[in-house]
């Protein structure tokens, strides 16, 4: 069964410009979140897709958005990128969403900003 | 404000050692806990998740408890292994107006030969 899958894995970026994150869940999840890591700040939670409606959304500008497509796959836009906007980005997959179920995650995607 | 903190922030122990690793909660409305272990470099690997229901959950040579009242979940590694040698996380669910999912700040863990 294959996993949760982030492209692309890596890329670099300077100020002002836009990125667009893609992750594919693993098949039959329905739920996908997205979450930015970084040393500073650690693990903080971005936004929550179930069935393409946005069902949670953590602390962010607005500069960050996402949208859930009908096969599940989901992006996650940056707009405006900034020089804190350097992070990994994670992906997680789950069937039941965050409250009932468990999360996978992918590989992440690491976004360098100059 | 709900804060999740994991301490010590870095252990190294020699290998076959028991060991546990702490996780305090500010807001005993916790709806559910996870524990999740990450390479260098890598995503996140999910270990176990306890629900508000329940008080512990197993797997293998891992154990993890949740005492809400306390608030604090603790995971149990038993007889060490150097493939253990990780960052470990816990994670912790809110209900409410703005759930969502809080992170610790892990423990990195290395287990010497």
């Known amino acids: 069964k294959a996993g949760v899958t982030q492209t692309p894995r890596y890329l670099i970026k300077t100020r002002g410009q836009q990125v667009t994150l893609s992750c594919s869940p693993i098949s039959g999840h329905r739920s996908v979140s997205w979450y930015q890591q970084t040393p500073g700040q650690g693990l903080q939670f971005l936004f929550e897709y179930f069935s393409e409606t946005q069902r949670n959304k953590g602390n962010f500008p607005g500069r960050f958005s996402g949208r859930q497509f009908s096969n599940s796959r989901s992006e996650m836009n940056v707009s405006t990128l900034e020089l804190g906007d350097s992070a990994l980005y994670l992906c997680?997959?789950?069937?039941?969403?965050?409250?009932?179920?468990?999360?996978?995650f992918g590989e992440g995607s690491r976004l360098t900003v100059l | 404000k709900q804060e999740v903190t994991q301490i010590p922030a870095a252990l190294s122990v020699p290998e076959g050692e028991n060991l546990v690793l702490n996780c305090s909660f500010t807001?005993?409305?916790?709806?559910?806990l996870q524990w999740f272990r990450q390479d260098p470099g890598k995503g996140l690997t999910s270990l176990l998740l306890?629900?508000?229901?329940?008080r512990e959950q197993t797997s293998g040579r891992l154990n993890a408890s949740l005492d809400k009242s306390s608030g604090r979940s603790t995971l149990y590694i038993a007889a060490s292994q150097p493939g253990d040698s990780a960052t470990y996380l816990c994670?912790?669910?809110?209900?409410?107006?703005?759930?969502?999912?809080?992170f610790g700040t892990g423990t990195r863990l290395q287990v010497t030969l």
């Open positions: 994670a912790g669910f809110y209900t409410g107006t703005a759930s969502k999912l809080t």
């Open positions: 997680a997959s789950s069937l039941r969403g965050h409250k009932n179920g468990e999360l996978f």
């Open positions: 807001d005993s409305a916790i709806y559910n």
């Open positions: 306890i629900q508000s229901s329940q």
